[in-house]
């Protein structure tokens, strides 16, 4: 496989889409809702697109945006202008929803449960099979999963200003996410208690 899976800071990025359609919009809605700044070049513009600060530019204006944004999202059925635009941002990372294989960005197939982002690649095989793995992992993640994230957040952060060594740390927290009375905590939802009971626990390191 030639692609890496990679997570980047999207606040503030430029981020310029070729097409308005439904793959269009469901890129530009994820970029928007992760802080980019996003303009569009195509036949419209969807009101929630427009409400989230999207903006649509006219097909005159390709070059000039190619020259503005950091990622070009190419998702257009115009096989001239896609080709057209792939060839003017080849100092660009490029995002092709038609040929994947031919950019250097993949979006992924992805979902947020709580705090936890997971993302689904099937190295373009199957987008179908990519939407029913999401749908097993997502019916076997509970809410006790998503309160261990927190709880192990919150005894990392304590450890870390008294526990300077990093092995020593994880294994305190292995401990921490063992220990019985903390799962009894989580599986009642008793984040409170549990939160104080790790105090308690690394006050006595």
Partial sequence: MDWTSLYFKTVDLNVFILGTG??????????????ANVRLVGNYLSKGLEDKGAVLCSVEEIDNLVGWCDLVVIAS?????????????????????????????????????????????????????????RKKIQSIITEEDILEIELQDYARSILKGSVEDQKE??????????????NEFVKNGQIDEAKEYIDNLIRGL
């Fill in 22 to 35: 439904e793959v269009a919009t469901r890129r530009a809605n994820k970029f928007l809702d992760h802080g």
């Fill in 77 to 133: 059925g115009d096989e001239e202008l896609s080709s057209h635009v792939s060839n003017i941002a080849q100092d660009k990372l490029i995002n092709r929803a038609d040929f994947p294989q031919k950019g250097d960005i993949i979006v992924p197939t992805s979902f947020e449960i709580g705090d936890v982002e997971i993302s689904i690649f099937t190295n373009g095989k199957s987008p179908l099979m990519a939407r029913q793995l």
């Fill in 169 to 182: 740390r994880r294994k305190y927290l292995y401990g921490i996410f063992e220990d019985g009375k903390i």
